[in-house]
Nanobody
Framework: QVQVTESGGGLVQPGGSMRLSCVAT????????MEWYRQVPGKKRELVSS?????FARYADSVKGRFTTSRDRDTVTLQMNSLKSGDTAVYYC??????????????WGSGTQVTVSS
């Protein structure tokens, strides 16, 4: 049973920092990509960051220079600095990979709320 579990959300003031973590357990396949998405009510879920097994990272334009993602095996973190009210959202961890038979898998975490407010 694959489980993807996020942690680290909460309330932070504008300009502050917060660190999210996500750990994937139970995977019987190689996790190629680990991603962070975020979603606000009434809007489409958007990709925030992505990191490959080799450590190549990509970011949404809206968070470049403020957010940093890193990975250690099946754990991914998102360091968020200079937070703005517009970063308020539920943040979801998403993993993608494939097994030895090239069968693809993807799983989502249940999300963690990040609220940026004074």
């Amino acid at each position: 049973q694959v489980q993807v579990t996020e942690s680290g959300g909460g309330l932070v003031q504008p300009g502050g920092s917060m660190r999210l973590s996500c750990v994937a357990t139970g995977a019987n396949f190689v996790i190629d990509v680990m991603e962070w998405y975020r979603q606000v009510p009434g809007k489409k879920r958007e990709l925030v960051s992505s990191i490959s097994r080799s450590g190549f990272a990509r970011y949404a334009d809206s968070v470049k220079g403020r957010f940093t993602t890193s990975r250690d095996r099946d754990t991914v973190t998102l360091q968020m600095n200079s937070l703005k009210s517009g970063d308020t959202a539920v943040y979801y961890c998403h993993i993608q990979g494939e097994d030895a038979w090239e069968i693809e898998y993807d799983y989502w975490g249940s999300g963690t709320q990040v609220t940026v407010s004074s």
